[in-house]
């Protein structure tokens, strides 16, 4: 089995990425900016219904009676997708996913294909290992257009050109047969339209993920803003799906719930303009040869872990980041991953499986475990009580020789008895240790990384169990 | 009559690096009635190792404060992080006890268990509130901190703009992911600033010791005071600045 690409091959850990997009002063204006307008929409159309934390507690339902049956429930669906008339095929990992893909395009004879936005496709790094075949995976998604044209990595789940302005757009969109000659929206959506028609009429084939898979009833649901999805899902002769196997849902009725959780929480809209659903195939309507490829890639081990494997609950609506202090800041290509912000922080290790590697082992650190992402997670991912169980196995994996192990172990140790605590107190090491955040020789983190930017408290003259001591005692 | 017997967790922070704090808890406690004690066996909560991935040497912890704290009415502790700590987590490390399930933090103890809003308290500054992140999610005190301040006499209390947002403390991640902890604490600062304010208060000292020590550094002239010293500063014994 190859390296799993959910994380980018090469990129620096989390605070070393952070450092530099930190000094980016677009970035950091392009988001602030995009962030702060959709937490307040947001915002507003959850509180529109006044059964939103029972549709929470719903979503999170039906998605643990998923994980707990999910093998059930998946032979479901392959039997009502073979029904309609489907091919159904199983990838442990990425790379077998992408080999079955690159079959199945190249039994069409098609040296392009066109690609509806999909979280999956670009978790097993589809594109890359297409054009290594001699395909060009064609992105239709407007923002999936400007990461790729840009030659950029996304940033964001749900607008993967986020950190991207107006005016950096219109530079990409220069390399187009009919650029547009404004950054008004109005221009730069005229010239990707002309640039995607040609592609979607001359396409043969298309590809998808799916935001959900009906077992009942064998239908595939895609939910989208632009049409330009439905475009690719209608047109072509051919569609080959990509799936992860914890989007399937029991019954067609569950649709009701996430219907309505998940457009509020991703573009705050009380519902997405475009909602693809098909059952197979429709002999004389769209596609006449359909695929769907169900995808592991690390999410039977992600299961197996009892805390960890809410983060499979995921409907990948970008809400957490939406809210978050650290993302707003660091933007999402410092997480090194295609799922960034608090899900990456939590689903990216557990899908890449080896917490050696540095990269994926500062995920569960950055965050500040303010809580925000959980607060408004449709499905009630209590991401950081997750983080805090990854961070425990980073240090499991790490094992007890590393500095700061040794300093926590110190640290533990003065906390373990009154005697040792007040003596530390005494001599000021405690202060420094809690408040400058371990000045003691011994910790891993120098003293000033503290007041490089903030002065630390002094040490006052008595503790306050001196004081109790003395006027109590 | 003799009210509820309380024993005070400062938290190891408190007790340590901000004494005040401790000894106001003491005054607006007796002043309202409370059998105060100080249990002097407390050390630390363990949130420190529990949140850096060390749970293991944090259970000895939780177990000791369920021993330290057992048999008082109530357990009182002038932060939401601790206090949501061992509310929260505590159950997940060892059997719960009593103690812990008695533990408050100060806001609402006063407001849900003592009832009262109104604490007799004097305290004549412009004053802006920081609502700290496991106060807000994790306890969910939501406004009974506010309530407290707005029956303060004297006090004008500012809102914060952006007031939910995290101020970049989060413990170790101030040092592991310091610059991105360090541009959390800028806007929080310019937020701050922007009030006006002379004091900024919040529930927790580890979240002032941050917002201080920025604007410390940048000798803004606002001064960070925890909300247990505002409400316990009256008229004939008003809240002094410690240097
Ligand atoms: S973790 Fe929750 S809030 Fe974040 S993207 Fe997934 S469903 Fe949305």
């Known amino acids: 089995m190859g390296r799993n690409p959910v994380t980018w091959l090469g990129s620096p850990t989390f605070p070393d990425a952070a450092r530099r997009s930190l000094g980016d002063t677009q970035l950091r204006g392009n988001l602030r900016k995009a962030t702060t307008t959709i937490r307040g929409k947001r915002e507003s159309a959850v509180a529109e219904l006044d059964d939103w934390e029972q549709l929470r507690r719903a979503g999170e339902a039906v998605k643990d009676d998923v994980l707990a049956n999910l093998d059930t429930y998946l032979e479901r669906l392959e039997a009502a997708v073979s029904e309609r008339g489907g091919v159904v095929h199983w990838a442990r990992d990425a790379e077998e996913a992408n080999r079955i893909v690159l079959d199945l395009v190249r039994q069409e004879d098609a040296d392009e294909v066109v690609k509806v936005k999909s979280m999956a496709t670009a978790e097993i790094g589809l594109n890359e290992a297409l054009a290594d075949g001699g395909v060009d995976a064609i992105e239709t998604d407007l923002a999936e257009v400007i990461v790729q044209l840009g030659e950029d990595r996304p940033s964001h789940i749900l607008v993967p050109a986020i950190h991207r302005n107006r005016a950096e757009i219109k530079e990409i969109f220069a390399q187009m047969p009919d650029p547009p000659d404004s950054d008004d929206p109005r221009a730069l959506a005229e010239a990707a339209r002309k640039y995607l028609r040609r592609k979607f009429l001359s396409a043969k084939v298309a590809i998808s993920g799916a935001n959900f898979g009906v077992a009942d009833t064998g239908s595939i649901v895609v939910v989208e803003s632009e049409g330009n999805g439905r475009m690719c899902l209608t047109l072509p002769e051919t569609l080959i799906t990509v799936m992860g196997v914890e989007k399937v849902l029991p019954r067609w009725q569950d649709l009701e719930v996430f219907l309505q959780l998940l457009p509020r929480s991703s573009t705050a809209e009380r519902m997405n303009p475009y909602t693809s659903i098909w059952s197979g195939v429709t002999p004389g309507d769209g596609p006449q040869k359909f695929h769907l490829v169900l995808l592991d890639n690390g999410r039977t081990s992600t299961l197996a872990d009892e805390v960890g494997r809410q983060a499979l609950r995921c409907i990948r609506c970008s809400a957490c980041l939406n809210v978050c202090p650290v993302y707003e800041r660091t933007g999402g290509q410092a997480y090194g991953s295609v799922y960034p912000g608090p899900i990456g922080a939590i689903l990216a290790p557990q899908l890449a499986g080896d917490l050696h590697d540095e990269q994926a082992a500062s995920l569960p650190y950055a965050s500040s475990l303010c809580g925000a992402c959980y607060e408004v997670c449709p499905v009630r991912i209590n991401i950081p009580e997750v983080l805090t169980h990854l961070r425990a196995e980073v240090v499991e994996a790490k094992g007890k020789r590393t500095p700061e192990a040794m300093a926590m172990s110190a640290a533990a140790w003065v906390f373990g008895s009154r005697r040792r605590y007040e003596a530390a107190q005494k001599a000021g090491s405690l202060t420094r240790l809690l408040a400058r955040g371990g000045n003691l020789s011994s910790l891993p983190w120098p003293g000033s990384k503290w007041t490089d930017t903030r002065d630390a408290p002094v040490v006052p003259k008595e503790s306050f169990r001196t004081w109790w001591r003395r006027n109590r005692g | ?243």
């Open chain 2, 1 to 243: 009559m003799s009210g509820p017997r309380v024993a005070l967790f400062p938290t190891c922070l408190t007790d340590t690096a901000f004494p005040e704090t401790g000894k106001a808890m003491v005054r607006l406690l007796e002043r309202l009635g409370c059998d105060v004690d100080f249990p002097l066996d407390q050390t630390c909560c363990g949130q420190m190792h529990f949140n850096t991935g060390y749970a293991e040497l944090a259970r000895p912890m939780a177990r000791a404060y369920a021993d330290v704290f057992d048999g008082y009415d109530y357990v009182v502790a002038p932060s939401g992080s601790c206090a949501g700590m061992v509310r929260e987590i505590h159950p997940t490390l060892c059997p719960t006890s009593p103690a812990v399930e008695r533990t408050y933090e100060l806001s609402e103890f006063l407001v849900d268990v003592l009832g009262v809003v109104d604490v007799g308290a004097h305290f004549p500054h412009r004053v802006t509130y920081h609502p700290t992140c496991h106060s807000l999610r994790m306890l969910g005190v939501g406004d009974k901190p506010l309530s407290l301040l707005r029956a303060v006499s004297g006090l004008e209390l500012v809102p914060l703009p952006q007031a939910e947002q995290c101020c970049g403390f989060g413990g170790t991640f101030a040092l592991k992911n310091a610059e991105t902890s360090t541009a959390m604490l800028a806007d929080k600062m310019r937020c701050v600033q922007d009030t006006g304010a002379q004091v900024v208060t919040a529930g927790d000292n580890s979240c002032l010791m941050q917002i201080g020590g920025g604007l410390s550094r940048l000798q803004a002239g606002v001064r960070p005071v925890h909300l247990a010293e505002i409400l316990a500063s009256t008229q004939e014994e008003p809240w002094v600045a410690t240097p």
